[in-house]
């Protein structure tokens, strides 16, 4: 009996403690307490700055330089941890105290959220060539231009950028798919808003770039999205403690290259091969290097950002300040930037009504080099025994001979400045409703305001009154008249305004194993133009003036001198109404299917062509979803797709292309006497005109191996353009005006793409990913006619008009051949003096050759290949990135050098080095030939950048600090004897360098990015 008290007491006791237990458990897990860890990303690095919230509370902090958080939650409670580029992570608390937490980058997981038309879609989902590059993954360096940031980073992408600060890239995707100049850049959207404008942007607030190549992903955007759609998505505020950051370099940049020309012994000692000597004006027993003059030996760049961010789970925030400035290498060329941004984005009802602001401004100062491929050509051609200025400090000229002009005088002299302010302001509405269906509501306004000046003081009027103007290519140099004396200003200030309302319902639904995604929406578009006007004035009383005071000039007092308009400006009113609809079936998640279909409808085009019709289809199959797929070994995803769509290209239009206008035809005679007021057609009617369209079929492969540290993709598309518009010369008996324009003939792009993205090690301390993409397209023209009223064989492009040579053409566009098909002379060598010999139709050498008669294709500018290959290593806290980029089977003719090619002129003006062992009798010498059409292939080192990351806690209050060093274009492989061979890819004259080679440069950066807590 005693036992069994015994045991009953210690049985009591025991139940006793167990409640005791089970009351403290209860209260331990009821009570909160300091959760610790670490956050990582899928390369165990640290993820600094991301946003720690636990779930339903208002409690939120944000992740240190180590990755280190620190939160108080309790047991079973939720932490979200969220940070741009990256998939959300959601840890349940548990008994432990401390968490080692990864989270995976959304680049690095088929099902990412990439950005679409009117909505997003996961990578796993698209049935559409997409390719995405994060804000970071950018090009860096002192780069405004988004055409450069994304150089070699998207295949497909072909992108040129010359040295000119003030000029933007030329961007070309997959081919272009039009012969007019100005209409071949892809439709920019930033955060929804359709053709934004880009200079908004500053680098550090872009977070992803979306870029849509084929038509199927592009067609929603109807007839501005023929070259593709660049989908710009800017960063956005996370709720947290408000983050603030400073982004900041300062860099120097050098002439990466210079031309070797003769200096004054060397040109003296060559004309004395020859019994030949300089003129007495010429020779002034100087020795200048005129490159030195022309250019600055340093041109500094400055950059700095500082933004903050941060607000709760209902209100979330961002905003940031960015100034950039550039020196051009040109002595008088510099950009400067001011960009402002202010986000906002309110929940509320719930989180089923979400509401976003943001509003962007930027203000542009251009200080531009006045007739600048006219001062490029003089900086080479100017002789080097010509002083810059004379014993009295006045600038040298010799005015006896023609089209020669001290570079350095005309750079100071002349004045041309451009101020451009875009203001951005975009309302979005998100509500959910019942039923898995969402309403949006999108109210954008964009405002752009121009003001360009130039002046030309007295030396110009009286010295360069009649210079000889260098344009871009396709167009013809000519001699440009200053009408008037003692200085000449204009000044004209034009502002567009673009606003535009876009309102959809989508409606996202799951029964069972099917997933269907629907958007039905509408849009409405107006844009106001060129609303300004344009002044000039001349005869002032002072150099002094500029261009600030027109009104103290006295222009009544020149004779036939007019206060002018600009004629290549007229006022636009553009509006546009569309409808779109896009449907994704999803089935298990193997097997998808897309359709869409847009209307336009704009008064651009004829009255009898106002609507537009631009449908897709899409399919693909996740292969890797297949039971049979399940033990395939290395290889972890495989998706099969395949798509078909068709976009539409509207750019440069105008409501009056189509219009029958009456305008000055020059003067008629009365009674043997010229009179002024000739008024005739200019422009033929044509009531159907209609947009250029594009098809494009794109099949693609996407690819996973080795659990994903290798993944890639691969597309072959097919691209044909229809309904090209061109103009042709027509009999003034049949039409009113000279010329028509019409829809008449084709064109097709064909390619390849491929792209492998890597991280072949992966430790605790060291990481190297790699990413390498390459790109082949062949462009041909199809058709120039239409078997009817419009039939040409080819039209000849491009004519340098080098002294000599007037009527020289160097470009055909022909049926068969690409656009930048090199139509030419073939040079055959020398004959016993020395002198060139060419090639004539039949085959036979001459000296003499005719124009086009005598022309032979000799290839075209476009690359067959564009590579671009990316590394980004880290050990510990030192990373390191390097990038290089190639151009393979590019051909470029060398206009430059065939000018710079003249041994019996060098009397008159400088040659290049090479040219000593050349005949002064080679009166032929720098005629344009297949002897100056150069391998352009390059291989560049475009950036390298090496920065260190301070450990936590060196300052207080600060939380991350960043030293990095950048240097750019390090070194470029080539056989190309020009400046460089990255010469112009967009236009209809491609490959071209004609005296507008702005020279590129060598940066090196110093930069700091510091994140405060």
Same mark, same amino acid.
């Given at each position: 009996?005693?036992?069994?008290?015994?045991?009953?007491?210690?049985?009591?006791?025991? $139940?006793?403690?167990?409640?005791?237990?089970?009351?403290?458990?209860?209260?331990?897990?009821?009570?909160?307490?300091?959760?610790?860890?670490?956050?990582?990303?899928?390369?165990?690095?640290?993820?600094?700055?991301?946003?720690?919230?636990?779930?339903?509370? &208002?409690?939120?902090?944000?992740?240190?330089?180590?990755?280190?958080?620190?939160?108080?939650?309790?047991?079973?409670?939720?932490?979200?941890?969220?940070?741009?580029?990256?998939?959300?992570?959601?840890?349940?608390?548990?008994?432990?105290?401390?968490?080692?937490?990864?989270?995976?980058?959304?680049?690095?997981?088929?099902?990412?959220?990439?950005?679409?038309?009117?909505?997003?879609?996961?990578?796993?989902?698209?049935?559409?060539?997409?390719?995405?590059?994060?804000?970071?993954?950018?090009?860096?360096?002192?780069?405004?231009?988004?055409?450069?940031?994304?150089?070699?980073?998207?295949?497909?992408?072909?992108?040129?950028?010359?040295?000119?600060?003030?000029?933007?890239?030329?961007?070309?995707?997959?081919?272009?798919?039009?012969?007019?100049?100005?209409?071949?850049?892809?439709?920019?959207?930033?955060?929804?808003?359709?053709?934004?404008?880009?200079?908004?942007? =500053?680098?550090?607030?872009?977070?992803?770039?979306?870029?849509?190549?084929?038509?199927? =992903?592009?067609?929603?955007?109807?007839?501005?999205?023929?070259?593709?759609?660049? $989908?710009?998505?800017?960063?956005?505020?996370?709720?947290?403690?408000?983050?603030?950051?400073?982004?900041?370099?300062?860099?120097?940049?050098? #002439?990466?290259?210079?031309?070797?020309? $003769?200096?004054?012994?060397?040109?003296?000692?060559?004309? =004395?091969?020859?019994?030949?000597?300089?003129?007495?004006?010429?020779?002034?027993?100087?020795?200048?290097?005129?490159?030195?003059?022309?250019?600055?030996?340093?041109?500094? &760049?400055?950059?700095?950002?500082?933004?903050?961010?941060?607000?709760?789970?209902?209100?979330?925030?961002?905003?940031?300040?960015?100034?950039?400035?550039?020196?051009?290498?040109?002595?008088?060329?510099?950009?400067?930037?001011?960009?402002?941004?202010? !986000?906002?984005?309110?929940?509320?009802?719930?989180?089923?009504?979400?509401?976003?602001?943001?509003?962007?401004?930027?203000?542009?100062?251009?200080?531009?080099?006045?007739?600048?491929?006219?001062?490029?050509?003089?900086?080479?051609?100017?002789?080097?025994?010509?002083?810059?200025?004379?014993?009295?400090?006045?600038?040298?000229?010799?005015?006896?001979?023609?089209?020669?002009?001290?570079?350095?005088? $005309?750079?100071?002299?002349?004045?041309?400045?451009?101020?451009?302010?875009?203001?951005?302001?975009?309302?979005?509405?998100?509500?959910?409703?019942?039923?898995?269906?969402?309403?949006?509501?999108? =109210?954008?306004?964009?405002?752009?305001?121009?003001?360009?000046?130039?002046?030309?003081?007295?030396?110009?009027?009286?010295?360069?009154?009649?210079?000889?103007?260098?344009?871009?290519?396709?167009?013809?140099?000519?001699?440009?008249?200053?009408?008037?004396?003692?200085?000449?200003?204009?000044?004209?200030?034009?502002?567009?305004?673009?606003?535009?309302?876009?309102?959809?319902?989508?409606?996202?639904?799951?029964?069972?194993?099917?997933?269907?995604?629907?958007?039905?929406?509408?849009?409405?578009?107006?844009?106001?133009?060129?609303?300004?006007?344009?002044?000039?004035? *001349?005869?002032?009383?002072?150099?002094?003036?500029?261009?600030?005071?027109?009104?103290?000039?006295?222009?009544?007092?020149?004779?036939?001198?007019?206060?002018?308009?600009?004629?290549?400006?007229?006022?636009?009113?553009?509006?546009?109404?569309?409808?779109?609809?896009?449907?994704?079936?999803?089935?298990?998640?193997?097997?998808?299917?897309?359709?869409?279909?847009?209307?336009?409808?704009?008064?651009?085009? !004829?009255?009898?062509?106002?609507?537009?019709?631009?449908?897709?289809?899409?399919?693909?199959?996740?292969?890797?979803?297949?039971?049979?797929?399940?033990?395939?070994?290395?290889?972890?995803?495989?998706?099969?797709?395949?798509?078909? !769509?068709? /976009?539409?290209?509207?750019?440069?239009?105008?409501?009056?292309?189509?219009?029958?206008?009456?305008?000055?035809?020059?003067?008629?005679?009365?009674?043997?006497?010229?009179?002024?007021?000739?008024?005739?057609?200019?422009?033929?009617?044509?009531?159907?005109?209609?947009?250029?369209?594009?098809?494009?079929?794109?099949?693609?492969?996407?690819?996973?191996?080795?659990?994903?540290?290798?993944?890639?993709? #691969?597309? #072959?598309?097919?691209?044909?353009?229809?309904?090209?518009?061109? +103009?042709?010369?027509?009999?003034?008996?049949?039409?009113?005006?000279?010329?028509?324009?019409?829809?008449? !003939?084709?064109?097709?792009?064909?390619?390849?793409?491929? #792209?492998?993205?890597? *991280?072949?090690?992966?430790?605790?301390?060291?990481?190297?990913?790699?990413?390498?993409?390459?790109?082949?397209?062949?462009?041909?023209?199809?058709?120039? &006619?239409?078997?009817?009223?419009?039939?040409?064989?080819?039209?000849?492009?491009?004519?340098?008009?080098?002294?000599?040579?007037?009527?020289?053409?160097?470009?055909?566009?022909?049926?068969?051949?690409?656009?930048?098909?090199?139509?030419?002379?073939?040079?055959?060598?020398?004959?016993?003096?020395?002198?060139?010999?060419?090639?004539?139709?039949?085959?036979?050498?001459?000296?003499?050759?005719?124009?086009?008669?005598?022309?032979?294709?000799?290839?075209?500018?476009?690359?067959? /290949?564009?590579?671009?290959?990316?590394?980004?290593?880290?050990?510990?806290?030192?990373?390191?990135?390097?990038?290089?980029?190639?151009?393979?089977?590019?051909?470029?003719?060398?206009?430059?050098?065939?000018?710079?090619?003249?041994?019996?002129?060098?009397?008159?003006?400088?040659?290049?080095?090479?040219?000593?062992?050349?005949?002064? /009798?080679?009166?032929?010498?720098?005629?344009?030939?297949?002897?100056?059409?150069?391998?352009?292939?390059?291989?560049?080192?475009?950036?390298?950048?090496?920065?260190?990351?301070?450990?936590?806690?060196?300052?207080?209050?600060?939380?991350?600090?960043?030293?990095?060093?950048?240097?750019?274009?390090?070194?470029?492989?080539?056989?190309?004897?020009?400046?460089?061979?990255?010469?112009?890819?967009?236009?209809?004259?491609?490959?071209?360098? +004609?005296?507008?080679?702005?020279?590129?440069?060598?940066?090196?950066?110093?930069?700091?990015?510091?994140?405060?807590?």
């Amino acid at each position: 009996m005693r036992f069994k008290c015994t045991r009953l007491k210690y049985s009591g006791l025991f $139940m006793l403690l167990l409640l005791i237990s089970q009351v403290f458990n209860v209260a331990y897990a009821q009570t909160e307490r300091k959760i610790t860890g670490n956050l990582l990303d899928n390369t165990n690095q640290p993820v600094i700055g991301a946003s720690v919230s636990v779930k339903g509370t &208002s409690k939120v902090t944000s992740t240190g330089t180590d990755g280190s958080f620190s939160i108080s939650a309790k047991t079973g409670d939720k932490i979200l941890f969220s940070f741009l580029g990256y998939q959300t992570k959601e840890l349940t608390v548990g008994t432990a105290s401390t968490y080692k937490v990864t989270i995976l980058e959304s680049t690095a997981a088929l099902n990412d959220v990439v950005v679409v038309g009117y909505g997003k879609s996961s990578r796993k989902a698209l049935t559409s060539s997409i390719s995405t590059v994060k804000g970071d993954d950018l090009n860096r360096g002192a780069i405004s231009d988004i055409g450069q940031m994304l150089q070699g980073k998207v295949p497909g992408l072909n992108i040129t950028k010359n040295g000119d600060p003030t000029k933007n890239a030329a961007i070309i995707m997959r081919g272009a798919s039009t012969l007019r100049d100005g209409a071949q850049s892809p439709l920019f959207v930033i955060d929804g808003v359709v053709g934004a404008d880009i200079s908004i942007l =500053a680098p550090d607030d872009i977070a992803t770039i979306d870029v849509l190549k084929d038509a199927a =992903a592009a067609s929603i955007y109807g007839n501005r999205a023929a070259n593709g759609v660049i $989908m710009v998505t800017t960063k956005k505020g996370v709720a947290g403690a408000t983050q603030i950051a400073y982004n900041g370099y300062f860099g120097v940049e050098n #002439v990466s290259n210079r031309y070797d020309m $003769m200096n004054a012994d060397q040109l003296k000692a060559f004309l =004395a091969k020859s019994n030949s000597a300089l003129t007495p004006a010429n020779d002034k027993g100087a020795n200048t290097n005129w490159q030195n003059e022309v250019q600055r030996s340093n041109a500094l &760049s400055y950059n700095h950002n500082v933004s903050l961010s941060g607000g709760t789970e209902k209100t979330t925030y961002n905003a940031s300040l960015n100034y950039f400035k550039q020196e051009g290498i040109i002595k008088t060329s510099d950009l400067d930037r001011f960009i402002g941004r202010i !986000g906002i984005e309110q929940k509320a009802l719930n989180d089923k009504l979400k509401i976003g602001l943001n509003i962007s401004n930027s203000v542009t100062n251009a200080n531009q080099v006045p007739y600048r491929n006219t001062v490029l050509s003089q900086m080479l051609t100017y002789l080097p025994t010509a002083p810059v200025k004379n014993p009295d400090g006045s600038y040298f000229d010799n005015l006896i001979q023609t089209s020669y002009y001290n570079p350095v005088s $005309m750079l100071e002299n002349g004045t041309e400045n451009l101020k451009n302010k875009n203001i951005l302001g975009n309302l979005t509405v998100n509500l959910k409703l019942p039923f898995g269906f969402s309403y949006d509501v999108s =109210a954008s306004y964009q405002n752009s305001q121009n003001i360009y000046s130039a002046f030309y003081n007295s030396i110009y009027t009286s010295r360069y009154n009649n210079v000889r103007n260098t344009p871009e290519p396709p167009a013809t140099p000519s001699f440009v008249t200053l009408v008037g004396k003692d200085g000449f200003a204009q000044r004209n200030a034009y502002q567009s305004t673009n606003k535009i309302i876009e309102t959809y319902l989508t409606w996202n639904k799951k029964f069972g194993d099917h997933d269907i995604n629907a958007v039905v929406g509408y849009s409405y578009q107006q844009s106001l133009n060129n609303d300004g006007f344009q002044a000039t004035s *001349t005869n002032f009383p002072i150099n002094q003036v500029s261009y600030n005071n027109l009104s103290l000039g006295n222009p009544y007092a020149v004779t036939d001198f007019r206060v002018d308009y600009n004629p290549g400006t007229t006022y636009q009113e553009i509006l546009m109404i569309s409808d779109f609809a896009r449907v994704n079936y999803n089935y298990k998640n193997k097997y998808l299917l897309q359709g869409s279909i847009r209307r336009d409808g704009s008064n651009v085009f !004829g009255i009898n062509e106002t609507w537009g019709y631009y449908p897709s289809v899409g399919a693909a199959w996740n292969i890797d979803q297949e039971n049979f797929f399940k033990n395939a070994g290395i290889i972890k995803t495989l998706k099969l797709r395949g798509s078909y !769509g068709i /976009a539409g290209n509207s750019l440069g239009f105008a409501p009056l292309t189509t219009k029958l206008i009456y305008g000055n035809v020059g003067q008629f005679y009365y009674n043997g006497s010229p009179r002024e007021g000739a008024y005739g057609a200019i422009q033929n009617e044509n009531p159907d005109l209609r947009w250029e369209k594009t098809a494009t079929t794109n099949i693609g492969l996407d690819f996973g191996l080795f659990n994903g540290r290798l993944t890639g993709s #691969v597309d #072959v598309y097919d691209k044909k353009t229809t309904d090209l518009i061109l +103009t042709f010369p027509v009999d003034n008996n049949l039409y009113p005006a000279p010329s028509y324009t019409a829809n008449v !003939g084709s064109l097709s792009n064909k390619g390849i793409e491929v #792209v492998l993205n890597g *991280t072949p090690v992966s430790t605790d301390n060291f990481s190297w990913t790699t990413g390498f993409n390459l790109a082949h397209n062949k462009n041909k023209i199809i058709s120039l &006619s239409d078997d009817s009223r419009f039939n040409i064989e080819d039209r000849l492009t491009v004519s340098p008009d080098g002294a000599g040579q007037s009527g020289a053409t160097i470009q055909i566009l022909q049926p068969g051949q690409p656009i930048g098909t090199f139509f030419t002379f073939k040079y055959a060598g020398k004959d016993a003096n020395g002198v060139s010999q060419y090639y004539d139709a039949a085959g036979n050498i001459t000296k003499t050759p005719l124009n086009k008669t005598d022309y032979y294709i000799l290839g075209n500018a476009q690359p067959k /290949a564009l590579l671009g290959w990316s590394n980004n290593l880290r050990y510990k806290n030192f990373d390191l990135s390097v990038f290089m980029r190639a151009a393979l089977g590019v051909k470029i003719m060398n206009v430059t050098r065939a000018d710079l090619f003249r041994p019996s002129t060098a009397q008159f003006t400088n040659i290049l080095v090479e040219v000593e062992n050349e005949s002064t /009798a080679d009166f032929n010498a720098p005629k344009y030939s297949s002897r100056f059409l150069e391998n352009g292939s390059y291989l560049r080192l475009d950036n390298a950048t090496l920065g260190y990351t301070f450990k936590k806690g060196i300052i207080p209050g600060v939380n991350s600090i960043r030293l990095y060093t950048t240097a750019n274009n390090l070194f470029v492989i080539t056989g190309y004897k020009g400046i460089d061979p990255e010469i112009n890819q967009g236009g209809t004259a491609p490959g071209v360098d +004609t005296n507008n080679f702005y020279p590129k440069t060598r940066t090196f950066l110093f930069g700091l990015n510091v994140s405060f807590n």
